[in-house]
């Protein structure tokens, strides 16, 4: 494929000015150059523009949102969901990816009058998923922007916390592999001291918490692990129970944007190892892993459309559970059907533990094997 933003100009120019994908929920979303957009005016962290797709001059009822590209027409005939192209590289080229895939390979429906002179063909779009960025409320604005304002303090708190130290080391994490992966920890005293009143507020249910930091085509999260009321010794299995009661902390708790845990999507490499949990993403690369190709899914699901065209192979190491099994066989056939090269890493049959995480603790360096087995399989590929 060419580079991809001459391809939409191309495919702009001749004769339909629009490119429209739908999505399998009957979502459309069109796929806009930065130059089509009717003299857009900077507010900041949004544009806004006259809307060129319904036409509009009155009032610029565009408006697009800079860091992610994704914009909504507010006029209510109208309401049209775009994406500028140029300012979401990743997502608008695997859109078009998929787009041409589903201009040579499927079967055009013939919807169009016969008499008709032969219009451009409609488009046909393979089903993927799509995120749409929707509306985030504003105190899930303020608990991201102050968690990442404390994002220093919270490593410093994980560099000095004996306690989420010592949880780390049972789950056989080594803490200097957590810090380098981003792994923050919040105490109650960071939020006790006289200066954080308004932080408390927002902050109450991070408390107590180990933060993995998420990415996403959207920006940066973070997802929390709760300790409460873990002490040392305690198996993990009854950790979990103590927290499934009813009244308790949620186990697990994302930000708005949430995403993987991993490096940024546009800097994965060709080759990326997909795992479910956070802990397994820390165990594979505690165990020599190299840490840009492993991606926790961390609770997000898997969109193709936030891998970059450089990914070309993807390693399935799901849990190996019921719900892993039947997750991994879902998930190959979505990335095949991508056009993505895709392997699926055994889980061996073991009873000792479900993710790799347990299984780890129990078993040490020779419980991946298969994960090395499949690291020099894409190696020799
Ligand atoms: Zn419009």
Redesign the pocket.
């Given at each position: 494929m060419k580079d991809f933003l001459s391809e939409v100009t191309l495919a702009k120019t001749a004769k339909t000015p629009m490119i429209t994908i739908s999505t399998p929920q009957g979502k459309q979303i069109e796929i806009v150059l930065a130059s089509e957009l009717c003299q857009p005016v900077d507010m900041g962290a949004h544009v806004q523009a006259y809307?060129h797709?319904?036409g509009?001059d009155h009032q610029r009822?565009?408006s697009i949102k800079k860091m992610t590209g994704w914009g909504h027409?507010f006029?209510t005939a109208?309401q049209?969901t775009v994406l500028v192209a140029e300012w979401n590289r990743p997502v608008a080229q695997r859109l078009l990816h998929v787009y041409y895939q589903g201009l040579t390979s499927a079967a055009l429906p013939s919807y169009q009058a016969p008499h008709l002179p032969s219009r451009p063909r409609p488009y046909v779009v393979q089903p993927l998923l799509l995120p749409l960025p929707k509306t985030i409320p504003a105190w899930q604005k303020q608990e991201l922007h102050i968690l990442c304002a404390l994002d220093g303090q919270m490593r410093w708190a994980l560099a000095h916390s004996q306690r989420a130290q010592l949880y780390l080391r049972e789950r056989g994490i080594p803490l200097n592999s957590a810090l380098e992966a981003g792994v923050r920890y919040m105490p109650s005293a960071l939020l006790d001291r006289p200066e954080m009143r308004k932080e408390r507020e927002v902050l109450r249910r991070w408390v107590d918490r180990l933060l993995f930091p998420l990415n996403s085509p959207f920006g940066r999260g973070y997802i929390g692990r709760s300790l409460w009321p873990w002490q040392p010794g305690m198996d993990e299995t009854i950790h979990k129970a103590l927290l499934e009661r009813p009244g308790s902390p949620k186990r697990w708790i994302k930000t708005n944007p949430a995403g993987w845990f991993g490096v940024e999507c546009e800097q994965l490499p060709d080759t990326i190892f997909l795992v479910e949990g956070a802990f397994d993403r820390l165990t594979l690369v505690a165990a020599g892993l190299p840490a840009p190709e492993i991606v926790a899914l961390a609770g997000t699901a898997m969109q193709v459309e936030w891998l970059p065209v450089q990914v070309k192979t993807v390693v399935l190491a799901l849990d190996g559970d019921d719900g892993g099994k039947e997750a991994s066989s879902r998930l190959a056939d979505q990335l095949a059907q991508a056009g993505l090269c895709v392997q699926v890493c055994q889980f061996g049959e073991d009873t000792l533990g479900k993710d790799w995480n347990e299984l780890w603790q129990h078993l040490g360096q020779q419980s991946l094997a298969p994960v090395f087995e499949a690291l020099s399989e894409t190696l020799s590929a």
């Open positions: 809307c797709l319904h509009s009822s565009l027409c006029n109208c049209a």
